[in-house]
């Protein structure tokens, strides 16, 4: 059984950083790719980041480029997502997804298996 676990989300002040990890289990996931959403209050869920394990795929939604960045832990397993320079409308509940579609990487479809979510409060 997949399961995807974040946690690491809770409250920052504008300009502070917090890093998101989201721990995989129940397959092998070096074809896969992990994926990184975001739904605000009111707002549909939008793409933050992704990653494939091999690392032949990375992107970012252009609103956190130079801000933001995914990495993993090949043998914990996981992904993080390392949030800087946050802004209040970084302000959202924040997902971790997985799946094989690497070509879809930005949409909601690439992906197979989401996690719980975690939410992150910016303050200004």
């Known amino acids: 059984q997949v399961q995807l676990v974040e946690s690491g989300g809770g409250s920052a002040q504008a300009g502070g950083s917090l890093r998101l990890s989201c721990a995989a289990s129940?397959?092998?996931?070096?074809?896969?790719?992990m994926g990184w959403f975001r739904q605000a209050p009111g707002k549909e869920r939008e793409f933050v980041a992704a990653?494939?394990?091999?690392?032949?795929?990375?992107s970012y939604a252009d609103f956190v480029k130079g801000r933001f960045t995914i990495s993993f832990d090949n043998a914990k397993n996981t992904v993080y997502l390392q949030m800087n320079s946050l802004k209040p409308e970084d302000t959202a509940v924040y997902y971790c997804?997985?799946?094989?579609?690497?070509?879809?990487?930005?949409?909601?479809?690439?992906?197979?298996?989401w996690g719980q979510g975690t939410q992150v409060t910016v303050s200004s």
């Open positions: 990653r494939s394990w091999s690392g032949t795929t990375t």
């Open positions: 129940g397959r092998h996931f070096s074809s896969y790719v």
């Open positions: 997804a997985a799946g094989g579609r690497h070509w879809l990487a930005r949409l909601e479809n690439a992906y197979d298996y």
